[in-house]
């Protein structure tokens, strides 16, 4: 690590911090918080809430590297090419990943809890979380594409591609909404969409993936249902509520009272990143989106959580939004690469998803160590700095 990671403006800013949230889901108010406060009294009081957050993450990297070694390249669900019988997901391995997958989310409910109980709570717990969930919300989706595969009998990988940016669209749009209300309003999709992917964990567990491939109504099969149910639930209820929310806040004069231009400044990063890595896919001279959908996916993954975590430390740190990424500049060079040359741009991924992994961790521990220190604790101790 080297250099400054927060400006002294941002440190001023977090200085004066107040975090605002809301959680008006159902199942989350009815089912969820009920379940986490009964289940954070299992941990005990000397247990930092970081370390709740980051084990449950580790949790979810885990379930990615095991479906990336059985199936490396999203074949081992979807396909019926001889070819690909090799990658075949072992049926123990999905309940292995039900058990990871519930665990995760329940460190992620409990977290915040464990700090109200342990009176830890600091603007460094909630960018940790926030930035945590920035990595694992792609993570959890790749893994989800596991389930399906791609084929004949599933969805071609620019299926993925879009169900990907609908999802981190979704992601974003929460952390855009508080930029602009100063108030973080959790998505209702998260609670449900969890435990929705438990629930076919299990029954892939009992059944095999050969239950994901039954029609429901002619060439109609489960695995269209979960594309459409994805794209449904943003487009029907998560973007309306989110409007309505950033209408009232406008109407009550409870926003940040933010200029138009800069209220749709975060949209300029976010939509950039999907534009660059769609033009990479949509004109890769050897089919990169085929080939290896994993690796692109990863890629897409680093950059979206880096432009994510930006915009969650101006947001708390109360300053204006980046426009520009610098990880965008490689992504410029090779697009228009591809369109002037044709060449196989494998490696090229491959080295680009490892510069900006380093770079993005980089990041990442530069900002909680800036945090640590200037509000005096320790990041996975509630010990007190001496």
Request: charged residues 15%; contains cysteine; glycine residues 6%.
């Amino acid at each position: 690590m080297s250099g400054s990671y927060l400006t002294k403006e941002q440190r001023d800013g977090f200085q004066k911090y107040k975090y605002a949230s809301r959680d008006t889901s159902p199942l989350a108010v009815y089912l969820m918080h009920p379940f986490w406060n009964r289940a954070v009294k299992v941990f005990p009081m000397w247990l930092a809430p970081n370390v709740m957050t980051f084990v449950g993450w580790v949790l979810t990297v885990a379930i990615f590297l095991v479906l990336t070694f059985y199936d490396p390249f999203l074949v081992a669900a979807g396909s019926d090419d001889k070819s690909h019988e090799k990658y075949n997901i072992p049926q123990w391995i999905w309940i292995f990943i039900a058990i990871a997958h519930f665990v995760a989310h329940t460190l992620d409910g409990c977290d915040g809890k464990q700090a109200r109980r342990t009176n830890s709570s600091s603007p460094l717990g909630e960018l940790f979380d926030h930035g945590i969930d920035s990595m694992a919300i792609w993570l959890i989706t790749v893994c989800a594409y596991s389930l399906f595969g791609q084929g004949p009998m599933s969805l071609t990988v620019w299926d993925y591609h879009w169900i990907m940016i609908v999802v981190l669209l979704g992601f974003y749009m929460a952390h855009w909404e508080k930029y602009i209300t100063g108030v973080l309003f959790l998505p209702w999709a998260y609670d449900f969409s969890q435990l929705i992917l438990l629930g076919i964990y299990l029954f892939v567990y009992i059944f095999g993936l050969e239950f994901l491939k039954f029609p429901l109504y002619k060439d109609i099969r489960l695995t269209h249902f979960f594309k459409w149910t994805t794209h449904l639930c943003f487009f029907c209820i998560f973007f309306p509520l989110s409007l309505r929310n950033i209408y009232k806040s406008k109407v009550e004069k409870t926003d940040r009272g933010l200029s138009l231009v800069e209220a749709l400044k975060p949209g300029v990063p976010l939509f950039s990143c999907f534009a660059l890595f769609t033009i990479w896919a949509y004109y890769s001279s050897s089919n990169i989106l085929q080939i290896n959908p994993r690796l692109f996916f990863t890629s897409f993954g680093i950059v979206f959580s880096n432009i994510t975590c930006s915009l969650i430390v101006n947001t708390m740190s109360h300053q204006k939004c980046k426009v520009f990424n610098k990880m965008f500049i490689p992504l410029i060079i090779i697009d228009v690469a591809l369109l002037v040359f044709r060449f196989n741009e494998v490696y090229v991924l491959a080295v680009y998803t490892f510069v900006i992994g380093c770079i993005h961790v980089d990041y990442g521990i530069g900002v909680v160590n800036e945090m640590c220190d200037m509000l005096k604790i320790r990041c996975f101790s509630l010990a007190p700095l001496n």
